[in-house]
Each structure stands twice: as C-alpha cells, then as structure tokens.
C-alpha cells in the first residue's frame, strides 16, 4: 500500500505517492483469495462430514470474509497509468496524494481519484465560435494528463486602442504542472483556463492599434504581432497561476478588421499607400531635376536663365512625376 506521511493538507502542495507494485500486490492477492475459498470449502465439508467443528467454523469464517469480502475490495486498489498521466486521491475527503509515473500500481483500495474536468469541455466565450474548442484530453477519465495540450480561442470580435472592431483569435499550448492546484483550488481547470484567455486577450488587444498610420515607432497588433502575443502569454500565465497551470506559448492564428470596416480601412491603407509611393517619386524627380541642372551647368552645354529654368524644371516634374508617357514636343526654331 501506498506510504504517505499524516501531515498533508491541500495547501497547494503537490505529495507524490509511493505506491507498492501493483502486479506483485494483484498475483499475491488472487492466491489469497483462492487459498480462502479453498479453505471456506473445505471448511463447509468439514462440517457436513460432522468433523471438528471449530475448525470447519474457523475456516468457514476467515475463509469466507477475506475470499469474498477482503480481496475483491483490495482489487479496486489497482490502478494504471501511462505516459505523462496523473491520478489525484483522497481518502474520506481528505487529500490523499498524486500518483504519477507510468505503471501498475496499487493504493489505499478506499481512495477516490478526483478529476473536476472530467466529462465537461472548456468551451471559450468568444462570439465568433463555430465549432468546439480543441483540447488533447480524455475528458471521460477521472486520470490528469501532463501532456502538453492545445486550447484554440476561436474569433471574436474586440475593439482596438482606437476603438475599431477587429476579429482576433488564439491559439494557446498549455499544460498542468501542478495536479493539487489543479483539482482542489479551482472548480473546474479547463473551464478557467478559457476564461482567463478570453479576458487576457481583451485586455491586452485594446492596448494597441490595429496598425500604425504615422511613421513613427508606435507599436501595433499587425507590425508587432509577436511581442503581442508573448504579452498575451505572460498576461494568461499570471492568471492561471494559481490553478496549476503552465503556459508555455500564446500565438495570434487571425487578425483582421472587422466586416464593418474593413472596405473603409482598406481604402485608407491604398491611399496612404499612394500617398507614400508620390512622395517618393517627388523626391526622386527633385532630385533627378537638380542633378539635370547641375550636369548642364557644368558642362556648359547650354547657359539659361531663370525663367527657362523655371520651365525646364516644370517640364522634366510633369515627365517625371506624371502617370502617363510624356508626348515629346519637337522645336524647330529658337528657343529665345
């Protein structure tokens, strides 16, 4: 049987139980078990053949209580577990200990395996949800899996730093790393884990905008996407401390405007996209102007003076900044 000490108390702390071999403890109790029914038998022949009666009573007795009574209970002391599973116990209410570690193991046969989150999936408030939420657990079992799992956030729809509506959703990997936490200090761990990202993505999206107009180094959902999401994580991790859990990683799987608004932001981000490709152009058809200019002036190839330079300048900004093919005009006379 499991060894523990007397002194546990559902403070958080995780106790690791001990626990005997179970396959020893099974192979040992079946011949028990079949040594008393042996003797409960013969026992019984005893008695019917008018032998001593003490001993057909004593056999019959101790027989019988521990073939039929004792032993079956001592197989519901056995218990397995695989890879990276847990199994948390309590004894009359108590806290009992955490069994981990793949194997055959057999406990106290009168504790109970306790697991809130068994038979309830964690189903995440967003408004935007279409289908379940996906998380790598056997919901049915009352074991806790250790394993690195996945919680998806479906869209939803959350207003930015500027109040505009956009559609955002998550992605988190998460795992228990604490099953006492876990089972005892929250009702239900998946349940609070989903609600923990709804309210950690709220509150960190309307810290930034969707975007940046301005040239400056402002930092927004779409240019600083991976800062975001990191402090999402931090954001959830300081929630689910307290029930046990670890996130290990949050990432950003959609971001958009929402429909609303997006044909309106669409064609602000195409004209500041124009506005920006013409001030590139100007400035490289300034400049190709005074490079023109200086080339002439050096060179000597031709003396003008402020007005045809003033003219030449017009021309060479319409062929240059213009957005159709200049149409070459041809001087025969002079140009005074």
């Known amino acids: 049987m499991a060894r523990i000490g007397t002194d546990i108390k559902t403070n958080g702390e995780e ?3 001990r626990a005997m071999n179970g396959m020893t403890c099974m192979v040992s109790n079946i011949i028990a078990v079949t040594v008393c029914t042996a003797a409960f038998i013969i026992g019984a022949a005893l008695l019917e053949t008018g032998g001593n009666t003490l001993v057909a009573a004593l056999l019959m007795t101790v027989g019988g209580l521990y073939g039929f009574v004792v032993g ?3 197989f519901v002391g056995l218990k397995i577990l695989k890879p990276n599973e847990a199994l948390v116990l309590t004894l009359f209410g108590k806290y009992y ?19 809130p989150a068994a038979g309830v999936a964690a189903k995440p408030s967003g408004d935007l949800s279409t289908t379940p939420v996906a998380v790598n657990l056997n919901l049915r079992s009352k074991k806790i899996s250790l394993k690195t799992m996945t919680l998806t956030n479906e869209r939803q729809k959350i207003n930015d730093q500027l109040g505009n509506p956009i559609i955002i959703g998550i992605v988190v990997i998460w795992r228990v ?9 929250v009702d239900n761990f998946m349940e609070f884990l989903s609600v923990q990202c709804d309210s950690a993505l709220r509150n960190i999206i309307r810290s930034y905008p969707y975007d940046c107009a301005g040239s400056d180094n402002e930092k927004s959902l779409r240019g600083s996407s991976m800062e975001v999401a990191e402090k999402i994580r931090d954001e959830i991790q300081s929630k689910v401390e307290v029930a046990g859990l670890e996130v290990i990683e949050a990432r950003i799987t959609h971001l958009s405007y929402s429909e609303e608004i997006a044909a309106a932001m669409l064609q602000r981000q195409q004209a500041s996209a124009i506005i920006d490709a013409r001030q590139m152009i100007v400035e490289g058809a300034v400049g190709m102007v005074e490079m023109a200019l200086e080339k002439l002036s050096e060179k000597e190839i031709v003396r003008l003076d402020e007005e045809r330079k003033a003219a030449m300048v017009s021309n060479l900004l319409v062929v240059l900044c213009g957005n159709r093919d200049a149409q070459p005009v041809v001087n025969s006379g002079s140009l005074y």
């Open 15 to 17: 106790v690791v139980l």
């Open 72 to 74: 079956p209970v001592f």
């Open 97 to 115: 200990g955490t069994l981990k570690g793949a194997g055959f193991y057999f406990v106290n046969p009168f504790c109970v395996s306790v697991n």
């Open 177 to 185: 790393v604490n099953t006492t936490k876990a089972v005892f200090d």
